[in-house]
């Protein structure tokens, strides 16, 4: 089943989207106007921190909803700004090495919380809103929650869970994760025809720990067929891993207004959906080359500040495709 579906994923890394937005997934810089001016690292009344998975450019797949909660918030009241920085890791997959992506997580983790505290600690009354695709995602589980353990052959370090009784923990308003790498199924914010299976690794009971203060705001998107969020469901389909921003960029934009404005949103409004959202730009085609070192050397200098100012954040993670994750 494991090699099947590497040549799979192996085969949907050569896939790209031909719209400017798409083009933010691929290793290289993104041209994407509207997303490098809300690129920033000024104090703002909401703020993204944007944690990209597995071989993904930055800001990689969400800049999509990014826009969508920015022009959302920003639309109804002249006063009010939002925008987003990029976590800076290497988001590497397993494609550069057997302990490849638990290095990456790792400094994914570490580099989520520190940038996180630098900027609350600028930004005193900053909302932080958390959200993440793939390895990305599995980095935002780790920034509140705690990470590390085994996953596909390496171990990833140990990383604390970030505590929300004080900033910027105390700050997070809002949370949402798409195909997470390291999840556990059955949980109270988990959703879709995944939620009940485990993802390529399950979270330890410590790491579950450190998300139940967070549990009230967290949203965990797994659909049935993904082989790395649901791992065992049936048909395996790794487009399912791939089509969480055409299915609920509109649902998850409201998820995280509405949650980030003090409201309280149930589990079950979300499942009421048909999973038929708009608002996402995403036609995929051929051509895509596999990224060199170099590329990725030039897309960490350019990926983003690792501190920013002022009121509201946003972590948000994102994946190209499914990649090379296997």
């Not at 695709?133 to 869970?161: H, I, K, M, N, R």
């Not at 999840?183 to 299976?197: A, C, I, M, T, V």
Request: net charge negative; glycine share 12%.
């Amino acid at each position: 089943m494991k090699g099947a579906i590497s040549l799979i994923v192996l085969a949907l890394s050569f896939l790209h989207t031909t719209t400017i937005l798409a083009q933010c997934e691929a290793p290289v810089p993104c041209k994407d106007a509207e997303l490098n001016r809300l690129n920033t690292t000024d104090c703002q009344t909401y703020h993204a921190f944007i944690a990209r998975g597995s071989d993904s450019g930055y800001p990689g797949h969400l800049g999509g909803l990014i826009k969508l909660i920015c022009h959302n918030f920003t639309s109804e009241d002249s006063e009010t700004t939002c925008g987003y920085e990029n976590i800076v890791y290497p988001a590497n997959s397993t494609a550069w090495g057997k302990d490849a992506w638990c290095k990456s997580a790792t400094i994914g983790a570490e580099a989520g919380q520190a940038q996180m505290k630098a900027y609350a600690e600028r930004c005193l009354d900053a909302k932080l809103i958390v959200l993440g695709f793939s390895q990305g995602g599995s980095v935002v589980l780790d920034v509140l929650g705690g990470g590390g353990g085994e996953v596909f052959e390496c171990v990833q370090g140990d990383t604390p869970a970030m505590d929300r009784s004080t900033a910027p923990g105390s700050n997070v308003v809002a949370a949402t994760v798409f195909g997470a790498v390291r999840r556990s199924p059955s949980q109270p914010y988990s959703l879709k025809g995944g939620r009940n299976y485990s993802g390529t690794a399950s979270r330890s009971a410590a790491q579950l720990a450190g998300l139940a203060p967070y549990a009230d705001i967290l949203r965990d998107y797994c659909n049935q067929g993904d082989p790395i969020c649901a791992v065992g469901s049936e048909p395996v389909d790794v487009a399912r891993h791939l089509d969480y921003f055409e299915l609920y960029n509109e649902e998850a934009k409201d998820f995280v207004v509405r949650t980030a404005r003090g409201e309280r949103v149930g589990v079950g409004e979300e499942e009421e959906g048909n999973g038929t959202a708009s608002g996402t730009e995403v036609t995929r085609a051929s051509g895509t080359p596999t990224p060199s070192a170099t590329q990725w050397n030039s897309q960490e200098a350019q990926g983003g500040a690792s501190v920013g100012r002022s009121v509201n954040m946003i972590v948000i993670g994102g994946a190209f495709g499914a990649m090379m994750l296997l």
